[in-house]
């Protein structure tokens, strides 16, 4: 549809048009065409001769919708948007679009909309009428009233109400996951570049039916799933069960209005025993996607979150050579690498160790008149060995640091 034709613009150091390009195709645009300058003018982003030459391709191609790699002032914007004689979107406005469309639960919906009206603020005209053309637009779903102009004192009112009730969210979530922390298993956090892979991990590990479209920003709310342990290796012993956590995908140049979005949905990686950084090890830029990723997280969650074991899983490696292989070995040499669509079992290896490192193992011996305390171990501790006497159930396991000092009362040898 002419309506959905896009042409990219793009000025300054560095640029990333090809996600750019993909973004803008999550939300249902067709790109028809890409223009980039060296040098970005604080005028119009795009210097005086660039936004002639925009104006011309844009008549030629029949677009609709120019999208910027940057976000845009006010006034730049419109600057943009006389020379164009079309409408322009930044990619600030563009990735809240896009987040707008996956908000799926309460809490999402409410990081949006705050995003949304912080952006719009400044830009008292408010948000883009042709952009309800698209996936997330006004005219389908998404944050707030469908107004297209909101003045100051509204935004700033509703702006404070949100806040409030996010405020309040954030309180009863902390609840709950200290009630579900407390003596429950360990839990791993899959954080990550969007599109690395990590909804196709988590349905690997969990059996999970979660989507895994090639679309950025698939994934929006955390989900989480229990990955139960078992048997291990044929033997009595049995691994304990963890919850594993699905989070949304970090981005280069993520608005700053999306901050708070990223730090709540976030709040599962900080909390988390393990945190497993994924990347796409076929992505040409790697290295500079894992540097977004440990920005964001430094952004996000502050100096004051105590991570434990981080893993570094380099997903994917059935789309690059054996050469290609080899290098990331030497480059990356701590990495796991899988192929999520393969399995994972190299990576659920290096969850246990991960999780071992941060448990006391012992010898315990349970009476069997309280089964109760025996029964809770399984799924919660790895065990080792386990044999039934006249005294009760002796059993060799590693627990959690959290619990550990509950069953020390039945501690015995050393």
Known sequence: MNSERAILVGAGEPRHMDE????????????????????????????????????????????????????????????????????????????????????????????????DLEYRLPRVKGRNPELSRLGGGVGTRGPGEQQLEYDRRVIRDRIETINRKLKEEKAGRAVRGARLKEGGPPTVALVGYTNAGKSTILNALSGAGRSTKDRLFETLETTSRLVEGGAHNGTAGARPDFVVTD??????????????????????????????????????????????????LSETLGDGSEPGPTILCLNKIDLISEKRIVELRREYPGAVMISALRGCEALVEEIYRAIASRRERMEVLIPHAEYAAASRLYGLAEIHAQRSTPEGLWMDVSLPQSASARYAPYRVGR
């Open 20 to 115: 750019l390009g993909r973004l803008a195709s999550t939300l249902g645009m067709e790109v028809v065409g890409v223009l980039e300058q060296g040098r970005r003018d604080g005028t119009g982003y795009l210097g005086r001769g660039k936004r002639e030459e925009l104006g011309a391709f844009v008549e030629e191609r029949g677009a609709s919708f120019v999208v910027a790699d940057d976000e845009l002032s006010a006034s730049q914007a419109r600057v943009l948007e006389r020379a164009a004689g079309t409408t322009v979107v930044d990619r600030a406005e563009l990735i809240i679009r896009i987040f707008e469309a996956h908000a799926r639960d309460a809490a999402s919906r409410l990081e949006v909309e705050l995003a």
């Open 247 to 296: 989070t949304v995908g970090f981005i280069r140049k993520l608005p700053t209005q999306l901050v708070h979005s990223f730090a709540s949905t976030l709040e599962a990686a900080g909390d988390a025993d393990v945190r497993v950084v994924c990347a796409d090890g076929s992505s040409e830029e790697l290295e500079e996607e894992l540097r977004t990723v440990r920005e964001t």
